[in-house]
């Protein structure tokens, strides 16, 4: 048997099994059961506008040092420096975070910053996500 005949013999029962366990025939064009993006409702479950002088620790919650307490020095992908929760690190102003990043020494590391995250206070696997952001030029 020549190798073409081979493969297809290999491979058709596994296709008809695909094709078999399907709703719907991959093969086919039928976009108009596909969602479209003004058809969906989209419903509102979490944001944060800073309209406080402070970050609001009921949506937000820090993040410390190097990662090392953690079991990920450099947070696992070698980050130069220590996270802070101090006011030059992290800061509301005219509504809008600033984490900034500075060129200092702290506790060991030559920079320090701020870190943030939502998790357990926000926590998401699809939807659509929306912000700005004003990022500097070059390598971060």
Not at 69 to 79: R, T
Request: hydrophobic content about 30%; charged content about 30%; overall charge negative.
């Amino acid at each position: 048997m020549n190798s073409f005949l081979k493969t297809l013999f290999i491979a058709l029962p596994f296709l008809l099994f695909i094709f078999s366990c399907s709703d719907t025939d991959p093969l086919s064009d039928d976009s108009e059961n596909d969602p479209v993006e003004e058809d969906l409702e989209w419903q509102l479950v979490w944001s944060d506008e800073f309209e406080t002088d402070e970050l609001d620790t009921d949506k937000w919650s820090y993040q410390f040092g190097t990662g090392a307490s953690e079991g990920l020095q450099g947070w696992g992908n070698n980050e130069l420096q220590y996270y802070t929760d101090r006011e030059e690190n992290i800061y509301i102003e005219d509504e809008m975070l600033h984490i900034v990043a500075r060129d200092e020494s702290y506790e060991g590391m030559d920079y320090t910053s701020a870190r943030i995250r939502t998790i357990n206070q926000g926590d998401w696997r699809y939807g659509r996500f929306e912000f700005r952001a004003k990022l500097p030029e070059g390598q971060g």
